[in-house]
């Protein structure tokens, strides 16, 4: 273990220790009064003595913080496709990334009312560097992945998370979460980077991609949020890189990001689980390519058709895509009275009168179905 000693998460034995440390912390306190709103401070310092164990305060805590989350910022939670899977098998999901916290809560919260193995899942250490989230995510089974460090570093880095995740999944009989890209998707468009199925197939050993790959059970993981309530943050961003400029994060960007995420209005949100990707898969890939890259690319490809295929659209989706075209292509999707809820939210984000702004903004909404659209006809 110790060459994992600096991403792993808590060890059960910690637990009570990092809570007895950070309980107190201000930010601590106030996740736990949202949490439990009708208990005193002992009856919640009660709780947190039963936690002996990452499960249990996960269970007994995280469960019933996203439990609030959802009847305080959503119109509820569905899910589907998770049935198929089986309880005592761990997998290896790969989503689309939205939410820096709530995309791995909703999955786990998910996971835990299917009665399936929870994850452990991966959150890049520049989102923890704040001691008290450094120890929430320990304790809600984060394992951490290295940001901002020279190309040599990364190389060992992603040696090392490669192992660790190879441990967990097939010795420790672990679930996996990881999205799949480095980051959020800023502009609503879904698309797996090479580079993280590249690092996980380092551990592959003396196995082809197509026998390792079978070995970790890929399940592909679509997530879709009604609205994004840190749509208007992300624009900036957006915005410089469609000008060509470079961007430079605020102190506080990423924390402000998690909080408006937690608590700012989603709307509905469904998650859905696509098929486990088996050995007939990666053997047709595996046979269809014969390098590395190119079957790594394919992968990345069978991936993105996964999450498409299942990922639910919403009115205004379909409405972003009319307003981006000038079109009623999808009219009979949505009503008038959601389009004008959505041009009343669009006008209240972004200068309208700005095309670029405007543009930016819808294709944020809009991109899920000109993806979709495209993979349909891809295969048609």
């Known amino acids: 273990m110790k060459e994992f000693e600096d991403i792993r998460f808590y060890k059960d034995d910690e637990v009570q220790p990092a809570l007895a440390e950070f309980m107190r912390h201000p930010m601590v306190k106030t996740l736990l009064q949202f949490t439990f709103p009708d208990k005193d401070s002992e009856e919640i310092a009660a709780i947190l003595e ?16 996203v439990l609030k989350v959802i009847e305080k910022s959503t119109e509820g939670l569905t899910y589907d496709g998770f049935d198929k899977l089986d309880s005592d098998k ?65 190389l060992k880095s992603s040696m090392v998370l490669s192992e660790y995740i190879k ?3 097939l010795e420790d009989g672990r679930s996996v979460w990881m999205a799949q890209r480095e980051g959020r998707t800023k502009d609503g468009s879904d698309y797996t980077q090479q580079g993280v199925l590249k690092m996980l197939g380092m551990a592959k050993g003396k196995k082809s991609l197509a026998e390792y790959f079978t070995e970790l059970k890929i399940v592909p993981v679509a997530i879709s949020y009604e609205f994004d309530p840190t749509d208007i943050l992300k624009m900036p961003e957006i915005l410089a890189k469609r000008m060509k400029e470079e961007y ?33 898969v990666f053997d047709e890939i595996e046979k269809e390519h014969t390098s590395l890259n190119a079957q790594l690319k394919a992968v990345a490809s069978k ?43 669009l006008s209240r984000r972004v200068d309208v009168k700005n095309p670029l702004e405007l543009n930016s903004y819808l294709l944020m909404y809009a991109n899920p179905v000109i993806n979709k659209e495209a993979l349909y006809e891809e295969k048609s």
Request: with cysteine; aromatic share 10%; charged share 25%.
């Open 50 to 65: 039963e936690c002996h164990s990452i499960r249990d305060f996960q269970t007994k805590v995280i469960y019933n913080s």
């Open 248 to 280: 430079v994060k605020s102190a506080n960007e990423d924390f402000n990001s998690i909080m408006q995420g937690a608590m700012g209005n989603k709307g509905r949100i469904h998650i859905n689980a696509g098929e486990v990707l088996g050995k007939e």
């Open 303 to 345: 991936i993105d058709e996964h999450i498409y295929k299942s990922y639910k659209l919403w009115p205004a989706n379909y409405i972003a895509f009319d307003l981006l075209k000038n079109s009623e292509t999808y009219a009979g999707k949505y009503s008038d009275k959601e389009k004008r809820q959505f041009e009343r939210r």
């Open 167 to 169: 441990k967990l999944l």
């Open 90 to 154: 761990p997998y290896f999901y790969i989503s689309n990334h939205r939410d820096i916290i709530l995309d791995t809560c909703l999955l786990n919260t998910t996971l835990y009312e299917q009665d399936l193995i929870m994850t452990a899942s991966a959150i890049g250490d520049n989102l923890v560097q704040k001691p008290f989230l450094m120890a929430l995510s320990r304790l809600n089974r984060n394992f951490l992945v290295k940001r901002g460090i020279s190309p040599r570093e990364m």
